[in-house]
């Protein structure tokens, strides 16, 4: 993507995109557009809904209270979800945020939060982590925003877990030091991440996570990583050696 143009404004949008669309944005996009990017008549901007690509567009009829966002043509076509997971311990709010954040920029498909006996906080607001995930696909270009599931309990999470797909199991006491030597030649019919709390599984649930047919358990380095900087760390080694950077 490097000849993609960043400054253009991008805004995620639920409504169905395509050339010669017109439509009013809800209340809280029109005051993004009007009132912090200040945009006026004629303003370009890309436009995203996750389904139908992406599309230059431009404001149309604006007033001080109003404004119509007429639809010109596709930029880009559209691109599926990664099938790759992102599996984590629930975090405090902020670091929650910055998480979701930085998973999406990493090509993560969907967002799992899974409960486990030490994680931190075991409510999750749904729709603010895929606000997030929304927001971090505008500022980097991402057309597939990925999903954000339900919390599930660590137990629950391994008992549906498909049998052909590989896990990648963040764990300290992984027996590969090298996580690119762990991964090597690793497959399955979709691959997830599975990061833990701060202060790791306990002994039952790692226990519990290697009995499930095709894990690889990975190291994250010599130094405890939070929990936020491991899905960074974890996702750029899966993305480098069986992701998409691998292609």
Same mark, same amino acid.
Request: aromatic share 6%.
């Given at each position: 993507? =490097?000849?993609? #143009?960043? =400054?253009?404004?991008?805004?995620?949008?639920?409504?169905?995109?395509?050339?010669?669309?017109?439509?009013?944005?809800?209340?809280?996009?029109?005051?993004?557009?009007?009132?912090?990017?200040?945009?006026?008549?004629?303003?370009?901007?890309?436009?995203?809904?996750?389904?139908?690509?992406?599309?230059?567009?431009?404001?149309?009829?604006?007033?001080?209270?109003?404004?119509?966002?007429? /639809?010109?043509?596709?930029?880009?076509?559209?691109?599926?979800?990664? #099938?790759?997971?992102?599996?984590?311990?629930?975090?405090?709010?902020?670091?929650?945020?910055?998480?979701?954040?930085?998973?999406?920029?990493?090509?993560?498909?969907?967002?799992?939060?899974?409960?486990?006996?030490?994680?931190?906080?075991?409510?999750?607001?749904?729709?603010?982590?895929?606000?997030?995930?929304?927001?971090?696909?505008?500022?980097?270009?991402?057309?597939? /925003?990925?999903?954000?599931?339900?919390?599930?309990?660590?137990? #629950?999470?391994?008992?549906?877990?498909?049998?052909?797909?590989?896990?990648?199991?963040?764990?300290?006491?992984?027996?590969?030091?090298?996580?690119?030597?762990?991964?090597?030649?690793? =497959?399955?019919?979709?691959?997830?991440?599975?990061?833990?709390?701060?202060?790791?599984?306990?002994?039952?649930?790692?226990?519990?996570?290697?009995?499930?047919?095709?894990?690889?358990?990975? =190291?994250?380095?010599?130094?405890?990583?939070?929990?936020?900087?491991?899905?960074?760390?974890?996702?750029?080694?899966?993305?480098?050696?069986?992701?998409?950077?691998?292609?």
């Amino acid at each position: 993507m =490097s000849h993609y #143009d960043f =400054s253009a404004q991008r805004l995620f949008v639920e409504t169905a995109l395509a050339p010669g669309v017109e439509f009013v944005p809800p209340p809280e996009a029109l005051n993004y557009l009007l009132n912090v990017l200040r945009l006026r008549a004629g303003d370009p901007l890309l436009l995203f809904n996750g389904r139908d690509g992406e599309f230059l567009a431009h404001l149309a009829e604006v007033t001080r209270r109003a404004a119509t966002i007429r /639809v010109e043509r596709l930029t880009r076509a559209q691109t599926l979800r990664a #099938d790759l997971d992102y599996c984590f311990a629930p975090l405090k709010q902020a670091r929650l945020d910055y998480m979701a954040q930085k998973a999406t920029e990493m090509g993560a498909g969907r967002l799992t939060p899974v409960i486990t006996r030490r994680t931190q906080a075991r409510r999750v607001n749904i729709a603010r982590l895929k606000a997030n995930a929304v927001e971090a696909a505008e500022q980097c270009g991402v057309l597939a /925003v990925p999903d954000a599931a339900d919390a599930v309990d660590l137990s #629950d999470f391994l008992a549906a877990f498909p049998p052909g797909r590989l896990l990648v199991f963040c764990d300290e006491d992984a027996p590969i030091a090298n996580p690119l030597h762990a991964l090597a030649g690793r =497959s399955g019919h979709g691959i997830s991440v599975l990061v833990g709390p701060e202060g790791g599984f306990d002994d039952a649930e790692r226990a519990a996570v290697t009995r499930l047919p095709n894990v690889a358990r990975v =190291s994250l380095g010599p130094r405890i990583l939070r929990a936020d900087t491991a899905a960074v760390a974890a996702l750029a080694i899966v993305q480098a050696t069986i992701g998409d950077w691998a292609c």
